[in-house]
């Protein structure tokens, strides 16, 4: 069993009563199942971990037996790390002992929930289940549905107006060779920063999106060929030219990508435009990574 030194100290007159306040916490990922599940938090501690015990138990190996607790206090709750193999993250911060906010993200191994605070949590639980169908909790970019709603509009109106229209598919060079020497906790940790790394990058008309496991894409509206060219190299470039760095370990990391574009083209879907970025995509691998092919 798994133990931990540290003191607790509780408020001998508490102003606020922690059942006035109603908080919870969100699994938000993985995505399954458990997505979207919601613990209620009040008076008692709650254990998070691969334990039977466990007051919320988690079937994942990256998650310790008694991992970390949720911890009430005077003044609202406490994340508290108990000496877990993996560590605990708040908002991606090492957290041996952390003040929740509302809003806070907490990763417990390769699970992440959203803490949930305030005067309308059942309204701000609601929002948070509508974010979870268009938002890649992982990356916090748009996912793979919203992606291709947003592909549609975007192709009917090319149709409509005769408008230019490019999407660049990119994916992660070797992805797997990073998973086996960093871990999955170490692939995740890629993927947040890979993402955040691009998303500085993509101007609020474009959208940015996971497509899925380590490939994402971009949908460029108004914008040719030499356009979307410009911006993949960029983006190859921002992602290659400053190492990753994981604990403690530093790595390069990168990426291929596949640019398409369509000017007005009448009756063409999402999945089509797809497949032609995707064809570039695996060109750009052939010819050794690390590039743009269109």
Known sequence: MEKVTETWVTAQERPISITNRTACLVHIYPTGPGMGTRYSLGENPLVIGRGNDCEILINDHSVSRRHARIQPGADGFYAVDLQSTNGTY???????????????????????????????????????????????????????????????????????????????????DRFRAINEEHGHLGGDFTLRELAARIKGNIRKEELFARYGGEEFAVVLPETTCDGAMRLANRLVKVVNETPFQYEGKTYTVTISAGVATTLGEKG???????????????????????????
């Open 90 to 172: 708040v908002n991606d911060i090492p957290a041996s002992m952390c003040k929740l906010k509302d809003g806070d993200y907490l990763r417990v191994g390769n699970c992440i929930y959203r803490f949930l605070m305030g005067g309308n949590v059942e309204t701000e639980y609601h929002e948070e289940i509508y974010r979870l169908t268009i938002i890649d909790a992982l990356t916090d970019i748009h996912n793979k549905r919203y992606f291709l709603e947003f592909l549609d509009r975007e192709l009917a109106r090319s149709s409509r107006y005769d408008r230019p229209l490019a999407l660049v598919m990119l994916d992660i």
């Open 268 to 294: 063409i879907a999402p999945h089509d435009l797809i497949r032609r970025a995707d064809d570039k995509l695996y060109q750009a691998k052939n010819a050794g990574r690390n590039c743009v092919a269109s």
